[in-house]
């Protein structure tokens, strides 16, 4: 599918927004400390490195991922020192952050992510919806890791052309809101373990009523679909050639009504099935794959949601491609692994990214909101840039007040 050019002008306005201070803005430190709390992992005395202080850092370090952990260090208690006082954040030693990050441990960033990183659209979010419902893609990806013996051993490594590749990798499943490029929902594991398994869990978790799902045909099971319609979501997934829908009411637009079954024995017996809709085409144009595309949606009603406008809406689902390329290449820098070299430790740095492209990802939807564009217009490569070029020399501290982010507004 074609990209938009980015809209340089309204980008260059979003460095207005880019700040330590916003981050502290989309990460308030109220909701921080209540997590920490909840984690048990609230200090029993002083320490020159406050776990709320080691949540920042392990974000920033995600933003300055080509430089030095203690270097980062120096940059966050600049502001730090603004927000706890002087005398109570300190230099610590490169030793010193190893510690206080296995003292955090990775279930405050899971939590904080989970709490924070939802959908943003609003209604007057230009591109983000499809006739009232809220298009998001299921998909997921890997990420290699440091070749230690800790890792290998909980997240496993991928096979290779000659035994097996050089790093241990976990895969992630996430849904992704099409129209903003937010990851929310995100479930991570070993690399042995199944997309489809994980994405059980994400959708079970996260999908829900409005949205229009979107998936890949490797996904299609007929459990995982039906738990997947009983979130109240809607549908629209690519199922494979052999799966089984016979036309049983040809509709005008050209698509037709089926039912799928859980097993042949239902099928012959007419019991257990759903109603399904499907929509088959093929692309044309020089260059365009000649297989045929086989869509199946809950979307039944082929007036209100004719079959051309589902077959040009499916290709948003390689928003999810272009998001993950933001996440770990663009944000990442292209680094070949995490810097983490425990288990424990991967899981902070997996969610702490993830936290961190969606403050990136917030404050680009709310300077499109203020400009009148779509956000997919603004480049990422630009915020990010203008992210760490501000960062250090910012001067206002993170909001003291603890207060949450303003709400996003009424969804159609």
Request: proline share 5%.
């Amino acid at each position: 599918m074609g990209r938009n050019r980015k809209d340089i002008s309204a980008t260059s306005k979003v460095a207005g927004s880019l700040s330590f201070a916003a981050i502290g803005t989309a990460v308030p430190r109220k909701a921080v400390e209540e997590e920490i709390a909840k984690a048990g992992r609230k200090e029993r005395r002083v320490r020159a490195l406050p776990a709320s202080v080691v949540v920042y850092y392990t974000m920033a370090m995600c933003i300055y991922w080509h430089t030095g952990v203690e270097e980062v260090l120096r940059w966050v208690l600049e502001e730090a020192r603004k927000l706890f006082g002087a005398e109570e954040v300190k230099v610590a030693s490169s030793g010193a952050i190893s510690s206080a990050r296995k003292r955090l441990g990775g279930g405050v960033l899971e939590a904080l992510y989970r709490r924070l990183a939802q959908p943003l659209a609003r209604k007057e979010t230009a591109g983000a919806w499809h006739r009232g419902l809220l298009p998001v893609a299921l998909d997921g990806s890997t990420l290699d890791l440091q070749d230690t013996a800790a890792n290998a051993g909980r997240f496993g490594r991928p096979g290779a052309s000659r035994g097996e590749a050089a790093f241990p990798q976990l895969r992630f499943v996430t849904l992704v809101e099409a129209g903003t490029h937010v990851l929310f929902g995100a479930r991570m594991g070993a690399c042995g373990e199944s997309e489809q398994a994980l994405a059980a869990e994400v959708v079970a978790s996260s999908l829900r009523e409005g949205m229009l799902c979107m998936a890949d045909r490797l996904f299609y099971g007929y459990g995982f679909w039906a738990a997947a319609r009983g979130t109240g979501a809607h549908l629209l997934w690519r199922v494979k050639s052999n799966l089984r829908l016979p036309v049983e009411e040809r509709l005008a637009d050209g698509s037709y009504l089926s039912t799928v079954y859980a097993d042949e024995k239902g099928r012959r017996r007419g019991l257990g099935g759903q109603r399904v809709r499907v929509v088959e085409y093929r692309l044309k144009g020089g260059g365009a794959p000649p297989e045929t595309y086989r869509l199946m949606t809950t979307l039944l009603d082929h007036a209100e949601h004719p079959a051309v406008e589902l077959a040009r809406l499916y290709p948003r689902r390689w928003e999810v491609e272009t998001t993950y390329d933001e996440f770990k290449t663009h944000l990442r820098g292209g680094r070949v692994v995490l810097r983490s070299k425990t288990p424990e430790l991967v899981r902070q740095e997996f969610y702490a990214f993830l936290l961190t492209h969606y403050c990136l990802r917030r404050m680009m939807h709310e300077a499109a909101l203020a400009n009148g564009v779509p956000p997919l217009r603004l480049s990422f490569t630009h915020a990010v840039q203008t992210l760490r070029r501000k960062l250090p020399a910012y001067q206002a501290g993170f909001s003291p007040s603890g207060r949450t982010a303003p709400p996003q507004g009424d969804r159609p």
